[in-house]
């Protein structure tokens, strides 16, 4: 079992940052980070594996970066120039498989977050 506890969520305007934390009672093979707006599918915004190689949805790619620190057990996302189209709920998830080299949907992942709040208002 892996516990995964997120923070960092919040309100910011467009154009901000904000950076989401992810706590984990301990690192899989491949680390991500979702998020799901209302009425819309879960989505992969970025990946990490055990190498460090990492992987980002193109709607992301250049503003938002995935990164860890081992020696404080999180896992981090990096969101800068936010849009309004950025708003959902992020979730962090992990898997002992494989992260590959494309991005990967939900039913890949066995462990999640309880997910947090981002909101950006224009």
């Known amino acids: 079992q892996v516990q995964l506890v997120e923070s960092g969520g919040g309100s910011v305007q467009a154009g901000g940052s904000l950076r989401l934390s992810c706590v984990v009672s301990?690192?899989?093979?491949?680390m991500g980070w979702f998020r799901q707006a209302p009425g819309k599918e879960r989505e992969e915004v970025a990946h990490?594996?055990?190498?460090?190689?990492?992987l980002s949805a193109d709607s992301v790619k250049g503003r938002f970066t995935i990164s860890k620190d081992n020696d404080k057990a999180s896992l981090y996302l990096q969101m800068n120039t936010v849009k309004p189209e950025d708003t959902a709920l992020y979730y962090c998830?992990?898997?002992?498989?494989?992260?590959?080299?494309?991005?990967?949907?939900?039913?890949?992942?066995?462990?999640w977050g309880q997910g947090i709040q981002v909101t950006v208002s224009s």
């Open positions: 990490l594996d055990r190498d460090g190689d990492t």
């Open positions: 301990r690192f899989t093979a491949c």
């Open positions: 998830a992990a898997t002992e498989r494989w992260c590959g080299l494309n991005p990967r949907t939900s039913p890949w992942y066995s462990y």
